[in-house]
């Protein structure tokens, strides 16, 4: 089993940066690929970021230089930064875990991002 405790949403304006982290709890992090993926009202959920358990990452086109994902093995953490946001990216953060070699994904209870004036 695993626990994922996302935080660091909030409200930024335009152009302004966020940083949120995901804890994960209950089993070795390490073997775990670990993404952030985002649900917008009346949108269907969308990936943003994927780093594997060895340390390649993949994002979405909507995002790629603006946002970097990382981890932090020992501190069981994935940790997205998220630069010159837009209104678009106005959404819910969702922090996810994969084991190695299954299926099964976890997930976290989600942050809400809000990109406003």
């Known amino acids: 089993q695993v626990q994922l405790v996302e935080s660091g949403g909030g409200l930024v304006q335009p152009g302004g940066s966020l940083r949120l982290s995901c804890v994960a709890s209950g089993s070795i992090f390490s073997m775990y690929a670990m993404g952030w993926y985002r649900q917008a009202p009346g949108k269907q959920r969308e990936l943003v970021a994927i780093?594997?358990?060895?340390?390649?990452?993949r994002y979405a086109d909507s995002v790629k230089g603006r946002f970097t994902i990382s981890r932090d093995n020992a501190k069981k953490m994935v940790a997205l930064q998220m630069n010159s946001l837009k209104p678009e990216d106005k959404a819910v953060y969702l922090c996810?875990?994969?084991?190695?070699?299954?299926?099964?994904?976890?997930w976290g209870q989600g942050t809400q991002v809000t990109v406003s004036s």
């Open positions: 780093i594997t358990s060895g340390g390649s990452t």
């Open positions: 996810t875990a994969r084991r190695d070699y299954t299926t099964y994904d976890y």
